[in-house]
């Protein structure tokens, strides 16, 4: 893959000379002197002394010299990765997530996964956007997604996907048929909606506080499957990001409508990872599949 250059010309450093070089390469000595002199005259500088008994670096050979051993080391390194991808045999993921997201995503993509991959094992647990974020900072966890609109040092992103909070309520809904609402439409309705996990202020407070409207919220709960259950009875109007209703969204039983808020639709969603820390080949596999299931969703309208 890389230029034969790179080899001919950290084995004629290590020899000495191009004679021994080229024996341990099994090349003619002709052809390396030739790669050399090539490579020295488009650079227009000199990387050997040439002498009776052999050759010697100059001061840009030499630095020349440790960009190729870098080089080269990382390519090896590139190498073994994929290979232990090609060789992939088990393993531990362990994923914090959003509920919504275990619910929607996650079965999707375990089950190809797992298939695939049979003898890595999984730990995965809900939490808040809060929490998971927090988790993967602290190295609790090889896999967080989460609302990656706050990240802490130490968290990198790997992929995101735009997934604002709108209201989600039933399809026969007074309020159904519109395109989009704003906080103060929400006012004369029961309002039921999650722990965002923001530990000061939460985002639809803060959506609230921004216009000054009363909301009366009729319950806060983590519990995802009980809020479905209740809007689908019309015991209110949930404000939620559409991916945790995806399924009685798309099977008619429930309307998604943007909810026209800085706060609320401008978030998004994201697979993240220590930034300190290399992640396994179990992890970065995990890490795409995520990301491509992430992407195939529609969650703006």
């Not at 390396?32 to 002498?51: A, C, D, Q, T, W």
């Not at 051993?69 to 090609?86: C, G, N, P, V």
């Not at 275990?102 to 797992?114: D, E, M, R, T, Y």
């Not at 499957?225 to 995806?246: D, M, Q, T, V």
Request: aromatic share 4%; net charge neutral.
């Amino acid at each position: 893959m890389h230029d034969k250059f790179l080899i001919y010309f950290d084995e004629v450093a290590r020899q000495g000379s191009i004679r021994k070089a080229a024996a341990i390469l099994h090349v003619a000595s002709s052809s390396v002197n030739r790669k050399i002199i090539s490579i020295e005259e488009n650079m227009g500088v000199r990387l050997f002394h040439r002498h009776a008994d052999g050759v010697e670096l100059t001061d840009a050979g030499a630095v020349l010299l440790e960009h190729c051993r870098k080089t080269m080391f990382a390519y090896q390194k590139m190498l073994t990765q994929i290979e232990d991808l090609s060789e992939l045999r088990s393993g531990h993921i362990h994923i914090a997530t959003l509920d919504s997201v275990a619910h929607s995503v996650l079965p999707g993509v375990l089950a190809p996964f797992s298939q695939n991959h049979k003898e890595i094992s999984y730990t995965i647990q809900t939490a808040q956007p809060d929490e998971v974020m927090m988790q993967v900072a602290d190295g609790d966890v090889n896999i967080g997604i989460s609302f990656c609109h706050d990240l802490l040092p130490g968290v990198r992103v790997l992929s995101e996907k735009a997934t604002p909070i709108g209201a989600v309520m039933r399809a026969d809904h007074p309020m159904a048929e519109r395109d989009a609402l704003t906080i103060e439409d929400l006012a004369p309705f029961q309002v039921l909606r999650s722990f965002d996990g923001r530990a000061r202020q939460s985002l639809l407070s803060e959506a609230i506080a921004a216009v000054h409207t009363a909301i009366p919220l009729q319950m806060i709960t983590n519990s995802l499957p009980l809020a479905r259950s209740l809007i689908l009875r019309n015991h209110g109007i949930g404000i939620y990001s559409k991916i945790g209703f995806l399924e009685e969204i798309d099977a008619g039983l429930l309307r998604y409508i943007t909810i026209l808020s800085p706060v609320l639709k401008d978030l998004k969603i994201g697979v993240l990872i220590s930034s300190r820390s290399t992640p396994s080949p179990a992890t970065h596999l995990m890490c795409r599949s995520l990301s491509k299931a992430l992407k195939a969703l529609r969650l703006d309208r």
